[in-house]
């Protein structure tokens, strides 16, 4: 019964290579997002939908494409990784932009590009 | 625009002490404000919140009131445990996003 789920936990692969990560939620929210947290545990948004409709993009560099095949789904493709992309990626989903609701965070996938 | 500052971790302290993590925030108009903990290899959970100025919030000991004139939201406890071991992560909400400070870590030594 977890609430927002990622997969996989881990992912370790070689620069150049496109990989996805899946994220999942079951609380009915409508709105979904992705997160990255650097080695030193800073975390930004990298992008937010609504009801499938992406709404943020911060500045993330065109090689990272998100996917929302419906509202309980958000996924996020990667293009030609580079050493730089190791990081930990929070897929999250809320209520309603803008509410004083939080937001529930998965688990993380641990990215890591050799 | 709107940001959101913690104090600068590591913060270590020995079992029983009183804990305060210091929070402040810049923001347009009046956001909920909101304390995450991140355990060691999990997600973000919530550990409290407070949506409007003088709100306190609290959970599992933990206490933060909202303070809208000195823009602050501390973390507090009375007595941590070597359970609570963690980064506290403060964030505000605007209508967009969760902005989130950059986190402070926390270990407790028995």
């Known amino acids: 019964d977890t609430a927002v789920s990622q997969t996989p936990k881990y992912l370790v692969t070689q620069m150049g290579n496109d990989k996805s ?3 999942e939620q079951n609380l009915g ?9 650097d080695s030193k545990k800073f975390l930004k948004i990298m992008f937010s ?6 709404i943020i993009n911060e500045t993330v560099p065109n090689r990272f494409s998100p996917k929302s095949p419906d509202k309980a789904h958000l996924n996020l493709h990667i ?18 932009t803008g509410s004083g609701t939080e937001a529930f965070f998965g688990q993380g996938t641990r990215l890591t590009v050799v | 625009g709107n940001s959101v500052t913690q104090m600068e971790g590591p913060v270590t302290l020995s079992e029983e002490a009183f804990l305060t993590i210091n929070c402040t925030y810049t ?7 909101f304390w995450y903990v991140q355990y060691p290899g999990e997600g973000l959970q919530l550990l409290l919140k407070a949506t409007k100025a003088d709100d306190k919030g609290s959970n599992k000991g933990f206490e933060a009131t909202y303070r809208k004139e000195t823009t602050s939201f501390h973390l507090e406890k009375g007595s941590v445990q070597v359970s609570d071991s963690a980064v506290y992560f403060c964030a505000l909400n605007t209508p967009r996003k969760l902005i989130f400070g950059q986190g402070t870590e926390l270990s407790v030594k028995p």
Not at chain 1, 49 to 54: D, G, P, R, S, V
Not at chain 1, 79 to 96: K, R, T
């Open chain 2, 27 to 33: 923001a347009t108009g009046y956001p909920s404000l």
């Open chain 1, 49 to 54: 939908y609504n009801n499938k409709e992406l």
């Open chain 1, 79 to 96: 293009n030609s990784l580079e050493l730089g992309d190791s990081a930990v990626y929070f897929c999250a989903s809320s209520p309603l």
């Open chain 1, 29 to 37: 929210h409508d709105t979904m997002y992705w997160y990255k947290q």
């Open chain 1, 21 to 23: 990560i899946k994220c």
